[in-house]
């Protein structure tokens, strides 16, 4: 009777035509952390961070990447209510809009913002003419190119967030005498709450990571806009240790987030 | 007298296909339960009079204020309709602990946090939740514990209506006695009109000032109680309120029924007040005294025939007024009518007491 032992097939070892391309792709995450760790001189580590242009890295970089998260909150938030919520004609043109520079080339983004908000952009020469604010090669540039291209991980996080939890609670709130800004501050955002952290957290580790579009819109201005990752990029030149020190405290960041993120993104 | 109107809701909803024409009225004296199958239109019905769901037609006015009228574009929306709203699976807020579930009306009305908490806490002493309960989340708390946290939320911010949709059956058995006997407390204590959801025949029949019987989005009869079950109109209203309902008091296997009358169970508990239900296919009718197991036996007469194609609902007098439901072939063997004396046989094992 085969198929009695049907449950034990669970058992069998895997077969080696998967476990060996799959024991490949570890490798392929694994050798390069191992590369950077390898490296890393740990004894000079606060030295290496201490010297004037990796601190101004770290400051600048800090600032924009919260200025960016804040932004996104200020409008992702909101817009992804409009989208989860609201019907109306060309709601699915304006998410795909909403979401493609999570797929575009961070490069082509920057190039694209240089088009509109640069000097000769339309939007550009409307800003410095009504406002005499420019854009391009500040750091406000540099926040703006942090926020184009992060703030989607927030929006589709929580328009997610949105469209899954169970409306009826914002019935119920209605009904308790709740109006529309009552429910979505003391029952809509309560409910979302993990989602709006971990959206957060994602726009945030994105923000701080960002190099093609900052350094195509606002340039590689030192204090100005040079980011850590434009900094390790150019430190790799000249002053590995100190690239190598930025790259680890890049990657510190990212291991908090992703841990941060784990009842969400890796359950059990 | 005649009662004033106090609400009054001509529901026209259309949507995904589904149309729902109902006129629902209820004045503040009454307990008006709206029955019927599983999407019937009920919960529909109870959204639009709460105002999370639109009217396309038709017209709600609670005391002469409208709250939806599509044709002249009136719209209140719910926050300010003042309706109290319980719902089957409660709703509590999971993140609020139930005295801020409960206080989250009066703090929606600008009531003051150490004031509402207050008074939320009087609430929660009154549908019976203790201390250590008032402090839990929702999670914490069992089905009907939240349940009743639901009710002091839906009743704390003084309601001018009171919409309960299928109130108790998320419960357990047991606790949805408790809950149901609690429920008609604190129905018959409110000061304006209550209307109930529910598929429960049992439930509607014990809450139930008024029925209304709702089918595919239509009202198929109105009608107390008894009305209904003395003469069902359709087949889903014979079906589940068609059935022998009786109060009365059970002690060492006999009760004792409130209208005059006994009726002997099966076992011996429950005792103390009951709620008997006897189906009607329980009643047998013999042209003369039956004999062997049948030991709730009394000769009664035929008050009324009623035939439904391939079965028949028979009205009997006697000490305890009954409805029996046979086949047309016993009708004709029997030679049933109105007005024939006939024994009536009750099997005690089909009798189902529950403690009232």
């Known amino acids: 009777m085969q198929t009695d032992h049907r449950p034990g097939i669970r058992h069998r070892p895997p077969p080696r035509t998967l476990l060996v391309p799959a024991a490949l792709g570890v490798l392929l995450f694994v050798l390069p952390l191992v590369g950077l760790l390898q490296r890393t001189p740990w004894s000079s580590l606060f030295d290496e961070l201490g010297t004037s242009s990796a601190r101004t890295a770290l400051r600048l970089s800090l600032v924009c990447s919260i200025c960016a998260t804040v932004i996104a909150l200020v409008l992702g938030v909101p817009l992804a209510w409009v989208l989860a919520r609201v019907d109306f004609a060309g709601r699915r043109l304006v998410r795909a809009l909403v979401l493609l520079p999570m797929v575009l080339p961070p490069v082509v983004g920057g190039v694209a913002l240089l088009l509109a908000f640069g000097r000769r952009g339309f939007a550009g020469q409307w800003l410095d003419q009504w406002f005499g604010i420019r854009l391009p090669f500040t750091t406000a540039g540099a926040i703006l190119a942090e926020t184009f291209v992060a703030m989607p991980f927030l929006v589709i996080t929580v328009e997610a967030a949105l469209r899954g939890m169970d409306r009826r609670y914002e019935d119920a709130a209605a009904t308790l005498g709740a109006g529309r800004l009552a429910v979505f501050r003391r029952v809509t955002l309560p409910l979302i709450w993990p989602s709006l952290i971990a959206g957060t957290a994602l726009c945030w580790a994105r923000a701080l990571g960002e190099f093609g579009a900052t350094i195509t819109f606002a340039g590689n201005l030192e204090g100005k806009t040079q980011t850590m990752p434009l900094a390790v990029y150019i430190a790799l030149q000249d002053q590995p240790e100190t690239a190598i020190a930025l790259s680890v405290v890049l990657l510190v960041v990212a291991l908090t987030v992703l841990v941060t993120l784990r009842e969400r993104w890796w359950p059990a | ?356």
Not at chain 2, 20 to 36: F, H, I, K, R, S
Not at chain 2, 38 to 49: E, R
Not at chain 2, 309 to 327: C, F, K, S, Y
Request: with cysteine; hydrophobic share 45%.
């Open chain 2, 1 to 356: 007298m005649v009662a004033r109107v106090s609400l009054h809701a001509e529901l026209g909803v259309r949507r995904n296909g589904f149309t729902l024409d109902a006129n629902l009225d209820a004045t503040a004296e009454e307990t008006v339960v709206l029955l019927g199958p599983n999407g019937a239109g009920k919960s529909t019905a109870l959204a639009a009079i709460a105002g999370t769901v639109t009217l396309t037609a038709g017209r709600i006015t609670l005391d002469g204020e409208t709250f939806d009228d599509p044709a002249t574009k009136t719209w209140v929306p719910p926050e300010q309709r003042a309706v109290g709203m319980l719902f089957q699976d409660t709703l509590l807020f999971p993140h609020l602990s139930a005295t801020d579930n409960v206080a989250f009306g009066l703090r929606c009305r600008g009531v003051a946090r150490a004031d509402a908490r207050r008074r939320a806490h009087q609430s929660l002493e009154r549908v019976g939740l203790d201390a250590h309960g008032q402090q839990a989340k929702p999670s914490e708390l069992s089905g009907g514990q939240a349940q009743r946290v639901a009710l002091a939320r839906a009743l704390v911010t003084a309601p001018r209506v009171l919409l309960l949709d299928e109130p108790l059956s998320a419960l357990d058995a047991t606790t949805r006695r408790d809950l149901r006997r609690d429920l008609s407390r604190h129905l018959a204590a409110f000061a304006g009109p209550r209307i109930v959801v529910t598929h429960d025949p049992l439930e509607a029949m014990l809450l139930a000032d008024r029925l209304v019987v709702l089918e595919d989005g239509v009202v198929r009869q109105v009608g107390t109680p008894a009305e209904l079950r003395a003469r069902p109109r359709t087949r889903y209203v014979a079906d589940v309120v068609g059935m022998n309902l009786f109060r009365g008091r059970a002690d060492r296997g006999r009760v004792a029924l409130a209208g005059g009358g006994e009726l002997i169970m099966a076992a011996t508990d429950p005792s103390g007040e009951v709620v008997v239900v006897v189906p009607p296919r329980a009643v047998a009718l013999h042209r003369r005294q039956p004999e062997g197991t049948p030991r709730n036996v009394w000769p009664g007469t035929i008050e009324h025939v009623d035939d439904e194609g391939d079965r028949v609902r028979v009205q009997v007098t006697g000490p305890v007024p009954l409805i029996a439901e046979v086949t047309a072939a016993a009708v004709a063997e029997l030679r049933l009518h109105d007005r024939a004396p006939e024994w009536v046989s009750v099997k005690a094992t089909e009798i189902d007491v529950f403690p009232a």
